[in-house]
């Protein structure tokens, strides 16, 4: 069962607090002073540099200021970047950390100077908010859907690849959510390769690796778009994509969307919170909680899984 949204009605109540100091355009008459600084681990994977431009599109579109930066999965630089933020006076620092562990230190100082800090995807200790995803939960579904289509598509039998990147602790999770549910719900299926990507020239590079010595994969799993698509390219390339192959992941980016409207190989994906509007939507909404002062009875925000399909790909692509 999937777990609750933690912190939910403590964020609705300071946001409605919040809000009772707008003026008519809806806008913070003090948005102009919120300075954010952001920091995450790579924009090279099209998930995460559709995030911070539509971050970035919103923060403007508020009068509000943002600079992020990436620190290419390196700890040492991405702390040489957080000390940045602290120099040049942020407000708000939006962290999604290389290194959990590695980051904390940093984090405390710039807590101590005042400065709040917002974790995405990890619970720091030295964070005012955490925004969460239930990884193996994710990769459940992820695999949920690979099996129903298994099941539905394949009499129940199938050669299974997974892309993970067990590098990262959250997506060794949500790589073995994956896992899980293809034993549990497909349990004639064989999983025959796990190998890692996390973005699309690692995909592509992994399944064709993967198809010449397993020709006959049917289904892949990957835990995240950039490998997806990856996949999606290498099945084209190798003329693999037939009526019952199937890659299933998360993100929902919009080369995910746009090969599923085209009928490619792509037949889900999971948009966690929405579109890259709804997601800068619901940041702001913490960034101006954080910068209000509001008190913050839970720290811990679980963030929504939405399955998308053929039948529902209209909703999402191109927003």
């Known amino acids: 069962m999937r777990k609750k949204l933690i912190g939910l009605f403590t964020l609705l109540a300071s946001l409605f607090i919040v809000g009772c100091g707008q003026d008519n355009e809806g806008a913070s008459k003090d948005n102009d002073q919120i300075k954010i600084g952001m920091t995450v681990q790579s924009l090279s994977n099209p998930t995460w540099a559709g995030y911070c431009q539509a971050i970035e599109k919103e923060v403007k579109a508020q009068g509000a200021s943002i600079n992020y930066v990436a620190c290419d999965s390196n700890v040492s630089k991405q702390i040489t970047q957080i000390e ?23 984090l405390k100082q710039a ?11 990890d619970n720091l200790k030295n964070a005012d908010l955490a925004w969460l995803i239930d990884n193996h939960e994710l990769g459940y579904t992820i695999g949920e859907h690979a099996a129903k289509w298994i099941n539905e598509k394949l009499g129940g039998s199938a050669e299974v690849a997974i892309l993970n990147y067990p590098q990262l602790p959250i997506l060794l999770e949500r790589g073995n959510g994956i ?19 996390i973005d699309t020239k690692e995909g592509i590079e992994k399944m064709e690796t993967i198809f010449q010595s397993n020709p006959n994969v049917k289904v892949v799993c990957s835990i995240g778009g950039g490998g997806s698509v990856g996949a999606n390219e290498a099945a084209k390339a190798a003329a693999k994509i037939t009526d019952d192959f199937g890659i299933f992941a998360a993100d929902a980016t919009q080369p995910e969307l746009s090969a599923m409207k085209n009928n490619e190989g792509i037949r889900m994906t999971v948009t966690v919170t929405g579109t890259n509007t709804d997601i800068a939507k ?20 679980y963030r929504e899984f939405i399955p998308v399909t053929q039948d529902n790909v209209d909703a999402y692509l191109g927003k």
């Open 84 to 106: 940045n933020f602290i120099s040049s006076g942020v407000d708000v620092i939006i962290i999604h950390p290389a290194d959990p562990k590695g980051v904390e230190f940093a």
């Open 111 to 121: 807590r101590d100077t005042g400065i709040k800090v917002l974790a995405w995807d």
């Open 179 to 197: 896992r899980d549910a293809i034993i549990e719900l497909a349990p004639k299926a064989k999983i025959v390769a796990e190998s890692s990507a």
């Open 282 to 301: 619901e940041i702001w909404d913490m960034v101006t909680m954080l910068h209000s002062g509001a008190v913050i009875e839970s720290k811990e925000i």
